[in-house]
């Protein structure tokens, strides 16, 4: 059974446009008032009300009016969580699990933490660079770090389901 509390809802703008993941009540208050439509429904029981109404519960709903959002391509707020969800929890050099956070340049040395100096490492590659660079340490990167945009963070925030129920609909290419 869901949970009107817990379980959550993707919010497309008009455009379909990724705005935001609301809790279902949230959702199915703007269904209620006519103000979004479903896209995408969870297969399985219905939600019922006190009177008996069947609802299907949405995992995708897009609004009917268009919402103009201020400019959003400010840069989301470094954090650990941000990095690992960016770089999938894998290591920068030899592409196993990783889970450490990695600065190209040392912060010994004036490295700070930001998008563009962090990188996730395993343990054995963060220990072995040490308090060096990648290039004095001879290690290469697999890719380089990028700063995520609002909307790439905000899809890399989606749990799993939120993300296939996207994917499914063709909004978005894997991740």
Known sequence: MPSVHSDRVVVLNASYELLSVVALHRA???L???KAEIVAERDGEPLRSASGI????PTVVRLLRYIRLP????????????????DGHVCAYCGRHGATVEHLLPVSRGGLSTWQNTVIACVACNTRKGNRTPAEAHL???????VPTVQTALLLALAAPERDALVGLGLVAAL
């Open 28 to 30: 199915i208050a703007y």
């Open 140 to 146: 290469v990167l697999h890719r380089p770090p990028t």
């Open 54 to 57: 069947e609802f299907p519960v």
């Open 71 to 86: 400019y959003r391509q400010h840069i989301p707020a470094w954090s650990k969580a941000g990095l690992l969800r960016r």
């Open 32 to 34: 209620l008032r006519e």
